[in-house]
């Protein structure tokens, strides 16, 4: 680690939660990270701090236009007590990619990677153990200049908070019932859809509501222009396996490149299985499905890996996937990325990084 940081530890040190009733994103650990940057200065004081509020002003320029960008990974705890991160150079990437779309000031990748790693050993007691749990990792930017106009801010704050997080799926790999959204859009091509900036976010919970009140737990997104392709199913990225084929929509420029995604792409690959990143309608899966065609649909991202997907309701048209069952491509997929995660399968692509 070439990138070191002072440490101010905690005096009072948190309990830890009941690791049987984890839930995602709720409790955090007892440090975080902070570094400051100023236009003359460039990024300047890393540090590791006591988990506490931050101290904005009321006119600080995220508050009004939203300059923010964030990341999420996670770290495991191999079978032999060591703890491992999955592909963070990757997100280190694309936190820059992110930053360039909104004008935020690039994270050299090694700092990056630095800064989450001495993080997570100074919060290592917090890095659960039971089968499926982890400790999510959520680095994030804000402008924090005071002032109100619209221009990139002069100042802003990187940091990286953690959280210890349970199985998304107490019971397993249970299939979600998807809402087909073809009112509201999440994308457009020249939008912000490829970077993960907060305001995408803000934008969809309007659906994510809609969803929820019909039943559904999830939204998947059409295409922002004709609003009959395939792209993204909430926060994760699409995929559809139709006559033994595997369909995810291409990075044209609407979609967020999930890093979930490029691995279950590359494992398929490695399979054998034929991967078309191509642009399909939702009507030709509704085809697909009425001709028996359509045996698994699956969502991909890091807080769930595999999200099997049971029902979809597209204009008050539902279908069911595969029986609502988990089909055998979402749970190879499943076991093998949590097996790589875990250190329980060997590594063949370089993806583990240990700290
Ligand atoms: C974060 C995110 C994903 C998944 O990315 P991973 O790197 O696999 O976690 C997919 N779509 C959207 C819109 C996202 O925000």
């Avoid at 923010?68 to 820059?96: H, S, T, V």
């Avoid at 990139?152 to 998304?168: D, E, M, N, T």
């Avoid at 959204?181 to 803000?202: I, L, Q």
């Amino acid at each position: 680690m070439s990138n070191k940081f002072p440490i101010m530890k905690t005096h009072e040190p948190k309990a830890k939660p009941n690791p049987d009733t984890l839930e995602f994103g709720t409790t955090f650990t007892d440090h975080m990270f902070l570094m400051d940057y100023d236009e003359s200065a460039g990024w300047y004081d890393g540090r590791i701090v006591p988990y506490s509020s931050l101290h904005l002003d009321p006119a600080a320029a995220v508050l009004h236009y939203s300059q923010e960008i964030f990341e999420g990974l996670k770290a495991y705890k191999n079978k032999d007590g060591g703890i491992q991160l999955f592909r963070p150079d990757m997100n280190a990437k694309r936190m820059n990619m992110s930053a360039d779309r909104i004008c935020m000031p690039g994270i050299d990748e090694e700092l990056f990677v630095d800064a989450v790693k001495a993080l997570v050993t100074l919060d290592v007691d917090w890095v659960p153990d039971k089968p499926g749990t982890s400790l999510y990792i959520r680095p994030f930017m804000i402008a924090t200049e005071a002032f109100l106009g619209v221009r990139p801010s002069k100042q802003y704050i990187f940091a990286i908070i953690l959280s210890p997080v349970g199985a998304y799926y107490k019971g397993g790999l249970a299939p979600t019932k998807i809402f087909i959204e073809d009112e509201y859009v999440r994308s457009v091509v020249g939008g912000t859809g490829t970077a993960k900036v907060g305001g995408n976010y803000a934008a969809s919970i309007k659906s994510q509501v809609k969803a929820h009140d019909f039943g559904y737990s999830q939204v998947l997104w059409l295409d922002g222009v004709e609003r009959k392709y395939v792209e993204e199913i909430g926060t994760s990225n699409a995929f559809f396996v139709i006559n033994g084929e595997v369909y995810t929509a291409p990075l044209n420029g609407s979609i967020l490149p999930g890093i979930t995604r490029d691995t279950a792409i590359t494992l398929l690959n490695d399979w054998g299985v034929k991967v078309r990143e191509e642009r399909f309608t939702i009507e030709d899966v509704y085809q697909a499905s009425s001709k028996g065609e359509l045996s698994e649909v699956f969502a991909t991202g890091t807080a769930t890996v595999i999200s099997p997907v049971g029902y979809m309701l597209w204009k008050n048209n539902e279908i069911t996937i595969n029986n609502s069952e988990i089909g055998e491509l979402s749970q190879r997929l499943y076991d093998e990325i949590t097996a790589i995660q875990i250190g329980a399968a060997e590594d063949r692509f370089g993806w583990i990084v240990g700290i």
